[in-house]
Nanobody
Framework: EARIVESGGGLVQTGGSLRLSCETS????????VGWFRQAPGKEREGVAR????????LYADSVKGRFTISSVNDKNTVYLQMTNLKPEDTAIYYC?????????????????WGQGTQVTVSS
């Protein structure tokens, strides 16, 4: 079973920054993608950002473009989500997930493994 561990959540004021970390197992093939998703109470899960292991290609939801940056350190099997200019509407549980095929983009239903999530709360 794959290991996916998120960390870095917390409470921050509007306009502040947080960096989330996602440490994953090492997978046999490098075709996989790692995505960040979030779910706020009473709302549907939303894909936030994704990065491909093989070439570092990134993808962002419109709601976070220009504010969030996804990056990876491959030799540490770790993916980061740098979040800046945070808004109260960014408040959610943030999940890290792995898509073994690398083609799922931000469709969470196609991801294979999920972490337990980390809470991000942005106060107004």
């Amino acid at each position: 079973e794959a290991r996916i561990v998120e960390s870095g959540g917390g409470l921050v004021q509007t306009g502040g920054s947080l960096r989330l970390s996602c440490e994953t197992s090492k997978f046999v093939f490098d075709t996989y993608g790692v995505g960040w998703f979030r779910q706020a109470p009473g709302k549907e899960r939303e894909g936030v950002a994704r990065i491909l292991r093989k070439d570092g290609d990134t993808l962002y939801a419109d709601s976070v473009k220009g504010r969030f940056t996804i990056s990876s350190v491959n030799d540490k099997n770790t993916v980061y989500l740098q979040m800046t200019n945070l808004k109260p509407e960014d408040t959610a549980i943030y999940y890290c997930a792995v898509d073994l095929t690398g083609v799922a983009r931000l469709d969470g239903d196609l991801y294979d493994y999920w972490g337990q999530g980390t809470q991000v709360t942005v106060s107004s």
